[in-house]
């Protein structure tokens, strides 16, 4: 079976009521996404929305080009200084 190459446009608009991660302060939330979920070269990632709670708006498209992967790997993390950053959601 041949295998069709293209595109794929990802929109990240916003999150709402994401679960509270913090100790401290307020969540710096951002959205990364691979079709490649061992691939730690192919992740993309979008800008930090600093101290924005639980409540985020990015507004970012991105482009990932597609060679018959058949999923989509989506994490919402929490930005750390000094620490690895948080996960919420995989």
Do not use: C
């Not at 929109?11 to 401290?24: G, K, Q, S, Y």
């Not at 070269?41 to 709670?53: P, R, V």
Request: aromatic content about 10%; cysteine-free.
């Amino acid at each position: 079976m041949m295998q069709q190459e293209g595109s794929l446009t990802i929109v990240a608009h916003a999150a709402m009521e994401m679960p509270n991660v913090e100790t401290f302060g307020k969540q710096d939330p951002y959205l990364q996404f691979s079709l490649n979920l061992n691939d730690k070269s192919s992740w993309q990632k979008s800008h930090t929305q600093k101290d924005a709670g639980k409540n985020a708006t990015w507004n970012q498209s991105f482009e990932i080009p597609l060679r018959g992967e058949p999923e989509l790997y989506v994490e919402v993390m929490d930005e750390e200084t000094g620490v690895d950053d948080t996960w919420w959601l995989r």
